[in-house]
């Protein structure tokens, strides 16, 4: 049957795609479930083809009974690394000989790499946003900042930034759980999901970035209540979601004159820094990027 080269990219994205894939060739890869619809594949294949390694990464489905089989094969065929995501980011840690302080200090596990015989577990998802902020001209040092959200991304964002003593704080649809958390990242002040709420402190604020799934595809005509027309001139917006590169929330930011930094940019350097654990070589972002976008595009 011929291949729709658009819907199914993984030939072409082959390291080698006149399939020298031989017994030298080193394996990594993502489990999740779905995961279908995971674009690191096409990022980490064009990374390795771009640097000339004889490596491939694949995308493994893992249903949550088989998460236990599935690190044991790891570990059984010596797989080079492996990216967790959803549902396993949280689960995984069991299995695992030691974590990162990055990993322990979030609760949750993104990378899987080797040190010596041991089998550790690391979130790039932190280092990641860090860069993309870098990258795109903020500098988080002692900046005040709101987290929208208390799930594992805002988990990682806050870890982050309480690592550049960034102020923080936090506001979440359920309040009990943005206040969990609030203890352990030394977050200033909580505030419920409501305009209202958050209209007085919105002028303090330097950035705010979204960590909930509202206004993703398919519904990508929805955006959380945040009053963006309160914040002060010179202050960022950024959107953890990719799909759509530009979301109903980062459009309304922008058409306010505020800066904007969508979720592409996070996904490619948390991938960047997974790379890095994986082969030790300074990966090639700009390679990386491109294919990341080449697939946004063609969905
Ligand atoms: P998660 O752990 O499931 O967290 C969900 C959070 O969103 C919770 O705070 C939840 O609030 C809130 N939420 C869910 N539905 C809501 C709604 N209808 N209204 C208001 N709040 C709602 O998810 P996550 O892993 O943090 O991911 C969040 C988003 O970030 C996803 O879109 C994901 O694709 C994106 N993401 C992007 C990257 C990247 O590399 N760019 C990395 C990770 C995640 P409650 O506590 O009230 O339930």
Known sequence: ????????????????????IDSETQVAGVIGYPIRHTLSPAMHNAAFRALGLNW????????P????????GMR??????????????????????ELTEAARRIGAVNTLFWEDSHLVGDNTDAGGFLQALRQAGFDAKGKRVLVVGA?????????????????????????EKARQLATEFAV???????????HPVMNQIDLVIHCTPVGMAPEAEKEPPIPLEAL???????????????????????????????GLEMLLYQGAESFVRWTGLVPPVEVMRRALLEQVDSE
Not at 188 to 198: F, G, K, S, T, W
């Open 1 to 20: 049957m011929k291949r729709n080269a658009a819907k199914h990219p993984l030939p072409s994205a082959l390291p080698d795609p006149e399939g020298f």
């Open 56 to 63: 491939i990464y694949l995308p493994f489905e893992v249903p």
């Open 65 to 72: 009974e088989r998460l236990d089989g599935a690190i044991k």
């Open 76 to 97: 059984g065929l010596r797989l080079r690394g492996l990216n967790v995501t959803i549902p396993h980011k949280v689960e995984v840690i069991r299995y695992l000989d």
């Open 151 to 175: 799930g594992g991304s805002a988990r990682a964002v806050l870890y982050a930034l309480s690592q550049q003593d960034a102020y923080l704080f936090l506001t979440n649809r359920s309040i």
């Open 188 to 198: 200033e002040q909580v505030y419920p999901l409501e305009p209202y709420a958050l």
């Open 232 to 262: 002060p001139p010179h202050a960022w917006v950024s959107d953890l979601i990719y799909r759509p590169l530009h979301t109903r929330f980062l459009r309304r930011a922008a058409s306010l004159g505020l800066h904007t930094l969508g």
